[in-house]
């Protein structure tokens, strides 16, 4: 499968953005899908999760409360609608996929990858 990440951009502290991941392939609907961002300097880290339904999703702590992870089949996409967006949220977004029922939050559990598309938050 193919991933392609859009809606980065700049945008102000307490702004919201919303990302996209398009997916390439007919077998969308049997992916757990997962989005991470790297900062300058730091590792990848794990952002949100959602299964292959939709029906569960996870969130890092840093996030939770702000960002929402959701999915349509249908359109082969996920999306990750960001709020509250502060400085320490600017990095590069990537989305990750892997054929899996589970809900996976790890690096190395996914198999395929964005591109990434850089979100910037000026304070």
């Known amino acids: 499968v193919q991933l392609q990440a859009s809606g980065g951009g700049l945008v102000q502290s307490g702004g919201s953005l919303r990302l996209s991941c398009a997916a390439s392939g007919r077998t969308f609907g049997s992916y757990a899908l997962g989005w991470f961002r790297q900062a300058p300097g730091k590792e990848r880290e794990f952002v949100s999760a959602?299964?292959?339904?939709?029906?569960?999703?996870y969130y890092a702590g840093s996030v939770k409360g702000r960002f929402t992870i959701s999915r349509d089949n249908a359109k082969n996409t996920v999306y990750l609608q960001m709020s509250s967006l502060k400085p320490e949220d600017t990095a590069v977004y990537y989305c990750?996929?892997?054929?899996?029922?589970?809900?996976?939050?790890?690096?190395?559990?996914?198999?395929?990858w964005g591109q990434g598309t850089l979100v910037t938050v000026s304070s």
């Open positions: 959602i299964n292959w339904s939709g029906g569960v999703t």
């Open positions: 990750a996929a892997v054929m899996s029922r589970a809900l996976i939050t790890t690096t190395n559990g996914y198999d395929y």
